[in-house]
């Protein structure tokens, strides 16, 4: 079955670029999201990227996609402690359910 | 739109007592999604339904979780009898599609109902 990994925790300094990295076992997604939870609501679309693309940048977001090595990391450019959240990447499995990684949770220090 | 609402936020109740959460999705959706968040095992999707009807249920841990929708604009998903390892936060979501055949659809979540069994 498809398996999805993030590491669980990065910790940056207010105005460093954040990497939040995934990887994932199968390959046949069409398109991978980035979900945002804030603490005490419910996820909330990032941004996506489709599966022939290699990288999407939408103003402070950097979507690379790597699908040699099963690899998408979404970048955060000028990381702001409004950014301080969980993120998950997800795959879009058999039957279109979306498959969602651990979650990264990123702390953003002053 | 109000977005996706569920009741209550908070539960809590004692084990082996019936729990039934709440949700009203939005409308125009057909696509209506059950989840599980827990520190261990992270976010598990429980059901989804597309117009009312249980698509794919294999995420129900067993037989004590059920989950209905008995019109467009209603679900629930109730636990019957509760455990304490079923304390969880609870999302419902919901979309007008899934992403098959090249096209992809957001799905918009509610604000989760916090269940604790004692």
């Known amino acids: 079955g498809e398996d999805v990994e993030q590491s669980l925790f990065l910790s940056v300094r207010e105005g460093d670029s954040s990497v939040i990295n995934c990887t994932y076992t199968?390959?046949?997604?069409?398109?991978l999201y980035w979900y945002k939870q804030e603490p005490g609501a419910g996820l909330q679309l990032l941004t996506y990227?489709?599966?022939?693309?290699d990288m999407k940048q939408d103003q402070r977001l950097t979507v690379l996609l790597n699908k040699k090595d099963k690899h998408l990391s979404l970048r955060i450019a000028d990381t702001q402690t409004g950014d301080s959240a969980i993120y998950f990447c997800?795959?879009?499995?058999?039957?279109?359910?979306?498959?969602f990684g651990q979650g990264t949770t990123l702390q953003v220090k002053p | 739109d109000a977005g996706v609402i569920q009741s209550p936020r908070h539960e809590v109740t004692e084990m082996g007592q019936e729990v039934t959460l709440r949700c009203k999705p939005i409308?125009?959706?057909?696509?209506l999604f059950w989840y599980r968040q827990t520190m261990m095992r992270g976010l598990e999707l429980l059901i989804y339904?597309?117009?009312?009807?249980?698509?794919?249920d294999s995420g129900m841990p067993e037989d004590r979780f059920s989950a209905k929708m008995p019109n467009a604009s209603f679900s629930t998903l109730k636990i019957q009898p509760s455990e304490p390892r079923d304390s969880a936060v609870y999302f419902c979501?919901?979309?007008?599609?899934?992403?098959?055949?090249?096209?992809?659809?957001?799905?918009?979540f509610g604000p989760g109902t916090r269940l604790t069994v004692t």
């Open positions: 979501a919901s979309s007008t599609g899934v992403a098959v055949g090249g096209v992809t659809y957001e799905q918009y």
């Open positions: 199968d390959s046949s997604s069409t398109y």
């Open positions: 990227i489709f599966s022939n693309m």
């Open positions: 997800a795959l879009v499995g058999n039957t279109g359910k979306l498959i």
């Open positions: 409308s125009g959706h057909d696509y």
């Open positions: 339904f597309n117009n009312n009807v249980p698509i794919d």
